[in-house]
């Protein structure tokens, strides 16, 4: 999933009151007129930030396979080998800080 503009101007501030056409930083619409001041250089770097946890998050949902698969390599092998191929995708992606 891509992270769009506005997504990144609520993670830096909540209840901010924005609109943006087209996801274009040059479009924005402030109509609480910005009283913080978020500039186009912090809302670039925080939907950066975002977009690299997503990515991770993405692939591993690819990796651990559907709910269903996953109860049944737990039926079949057990917990404790799920944990340990969990964790390998874990270590494969890591979150980053």
Request: net charge negative; charged share 25%.
């Amino acid at each position: 999933m891509k992270i769009d503009i506005c997504t990144a101007i609520l993670a830096i501030k909540n209840n901010a009151q924005v609109s943006v056409s087209g996801d274009d930083i040059n479009t924005l619409v402030w109509h609480d007129n910005n009283p913080t001041n978020i500039t186009n250089q912090q809302i670039l770097t925080k939907q950066s930030e975002l977009q690299l946890l997503e990515d991770v998050y993405e692939n591993r949902r690819k990796d651990y396979g559907t709910i269903v698969d996953q109860l049944d390599e737990i039926y079949h092998s057990g917990l404790d080998a799920w944990k340990t191929r969990i964790s390998n995708i874990k270590q494969k992606y890591p979150k980053g800080n």
